[in-house]
């Protein structure tokens, strides 16, 4: 039994790490149909940008929640005016200039912080659960992937921005006839989903530490995901991080790691072969 | 541009290449030549990310993975056998049926350039988190321990076929590098200009156009990319056969960005082109290196930035095409 609520609270961490690590690419996938390749530097920025923040005395709860957006956040706005602009329209000329991105911020940390890892101890205790213990910031994380999905949710289906962003990922010259600038939505989209890319990198900080090279850790999961979840952001999110987070903690538990992550690249490549368009390019079409 | 003048450039470019490859070990001191031997495999490297992404128009992020799996099946094989020659047959053929296997599912699954280039990443790291992990004795094939992130040192060095005592020198090794360079680069050529390389430049050019005469645009897809692993393993046999050490960062996000890197700054859709692209970029990264001026990524980002959004096409075909208007 005790066992049994571990293993799910397991499965369920791993399904929300894996919401918040893809949840900021969906968005941007979704709404403009590019990858951002330097994603998993956006996480890295966010992860230092929390840390330095709480070395600096700031609370760790700010530091994470507040700070690291805000700051990856800002670098993403600045990113898509500089470089994304100019290349809309050229969908592989802008993955690659993501990826010089990537590699510029890798360069720049390295430069700044050095090539080692930097850390934060977890914020509050464990929790007993009959024979074993949980963490309870793990906890927590879950609650607040839950939360990201229903803000993102109310976002898109009640707010006026929420329908100039549906609009425009629907048709974007039916959108630009009706006097929505695309060019704006894309802007803030990007920027959103680079403010959601660094919430996550500050929220995971404190559990894996972060170097400058630590986004290929996390970025494949997270292409995977999001690719094949297909370009709804919300029911592809959900639906792609349930079945690869499961995927991965079950072997995880039963193996190792590693080859959770191997599992759960080859379950995303037979369910592409299956579903070309991710999940929602056949089921749950037209959801968010 | 017409057939001819394009014959006559890679006549020309081959005859240099044989050239470099008899003249520069009479030149240059050893450590030159072991400095030019890993640029040639590098070379090799390049025109197999050349071929698949310039001519067959397919998106490979990962071309490092099949780097990697030669490199590692060369190792593995090496010294199990304890001789060389079967290693660097299979440092061919893994990659190649990695390859095709990948390929099956992406190609027959339709699956967009996007998705390529994200998932064919995605296995690149995936390899590369893989290989990291098995430190420790359990990991071994045969005799060969995997060593982790370690990595595996002292292999067996490249020997003459059937004499595993006789071990090549390493102008030998330079001169075998090379020839293994403008094989490619000919065969290449030669395929490209066949029927079937026909056929790919035109799927590149347009796929349903292909597709509706009559052509089977997922299995043409399906062999480059396979011919182009195949290509990329022999780079990673000679490259591990250079170092004598094989280590996970051939999986790395550095190695894969810096293929990728070459290809761009060479020029699209050429094959001198990525040979150029590597040679100045490996320079340029050997330099950094030594001199420690700035942080290696950090350069290689901004002219990866510079390259995307000032010369897309890259220099080789700039330069062509500011030949063609003089």
């Known amino acids: ?288 | 541009m017409s057939g001819r003048r394009w014959w006559k450039g890679s006549i020309l470019t081959t005859a240099a290449m044989v050239l470099i490859a008899l003249g520069v070990p009479q030149v240059v001191d050893q450590f030159g030549l072991l400095q030019l031997t890993v640029f040639a495999a590098m070379c090799i490297l390049a025109l197999s990310l050349g071929f698949v992404w310039g001519y067959g128009g397919i998106l490979c992020f990962g071309q490092s993975a099949f780097f990697g799996l030669g490199a590692y099946t060369y190792a593995v094989t090496a010294i199990n056998l304890g001789e060389s020659t079967v290693g660097m047959l299979l440092a061919l053929v893994v990659p190649a049926v990695f390859a095709a296997l990948l390929g099956y599912f992406m190609f027959y699954g339709r699956l967009s350039d996007v998705y390529l280039g994200v998932i064919t990443l995605s296995v690149t790291l995936i390899f590369f988190n893989l290989m990291n992990s098995t430190a420790g004795d359990a990991y071994r094939v045969g005799k060969a321990r995997l060593n982790g992130f370690n990595g595996m040192p002292s292999l067996p060095t490249l020997n003459v076929p059937g004499d595993p005592g006789r071990l090549l020198d390493p102008a030998e090794t330079f001169y075998l590098v090379m020839a293994c360079l403008v094989i490619v680069y000919v065969g290449l050529h030669v395929l490209l200009a066949s029927h079937f390389g026909r056929v790919v430049v035109a799927i590149r050019e347009n796929e349903a156009r292909c597709e509706l005469l009559g052509y089977d645009v997922r299995l043409h897809k399906l062999l480059v990319f396979t011919i182009g692993g195949g290509i990329a393993g022999l780079a990673g046999c000679l490259f591990a056969n250079w170092g004598a050490f094989v280590s996970p960062n051939v999986f790395s996000l550095t190695m894969t960005s810096q293929i990728i890197i070459w290809v761009i700054v060479g020029g699209l859709g050429t094959l001198l082109g990525p040979i150029i692209g590597c040679l100045i970029m490996q320079y340029l990264a050997t330099a950094l290196g030594t001199q420690q001026l700035a942080n290696t990524s950090l350069v290689f980002g901004v002219i990866f930035l510079a390259f995307v959004l000032l010369v897309p096409r890259g220099i080789v075909p700039s330069l062509r095409r500011l030949a063609l208007r003089a």
């Open chain 1, 1 to 288: 039994m005790d066992l049994a609520a571990v293993l799910t609270f397991e499965i369920l961490n791993g399904v929300a790490t894996l919401v918040l690590i893809s949840v900021g690419l969906a968005i941007i996938f979704g709404m403009m149909r590019v990858i951002n390749l330097a994603h998993g530097e956006f996480l890295m920025l966010g992860g230092y940008a929390a840390i330095v923040a709480t070395n600096h005395g700031v609370n760790i709860w700010v530091a994470m929640l507040l700070v690291a957006p805000l700051v990856v956040g800002v670098i993403g706005v600045i990113a898509e005016r500089l470089i994304i602009r100019v290349l809309y329209g050229r969908m592989i000329d802008t993955l690659l200039a993501t990826w010089g991105l990537s590699l510029f911020f890798i360069g720049i940390v390295t430069t700044i912080f050095g090539n080692t890892v930097a850390g934060i101890g977890a914020p509050l205790g464990s929790l007993g659960v009959g024979r074993y213990t949980i963490s309870l910031y793990r906890l927590v994380l879950i609650g607040i992937a839950a939360a990201i999905l229903a803000v993102i949710f109310v976002a898109l289906r009640r707010t006026r921005l929420g329908l100039i962003a549906r609009g425009t990922m629907e048709n974007p010259n039916m959108a630009a006839a009706l006097g929505v600038s695309p060019p704006r939505v894309y802007a803030t989209t990007f920027g959103v989903g680079a403010a959601l890319t660094g919430l996550a990198g500050g929220l995971l900080a404190p559990i894996s530490g972060v170097l400058p090279t630590v986004g290929a850790a996390y970025v494949a999961k997270a292409f995977i995901t999001v690719i094949s979840g297909g370009t709804a952001i919300l029911a592809g999110t959900a639906a792609a991080s349930s079945l690869f987070g499961s995927i991965n903690q079950l072997l995880t538990y039963f193996t190792t790691p590693v080859i959770g992550e191997a599992g759960l690249l080859a379950a995303a490549i037979l369910l592409l072969r299956a579903l070309p368009h991710g999940i929602t390019g056949k089921l749950f079409r037209g959801s968010l």
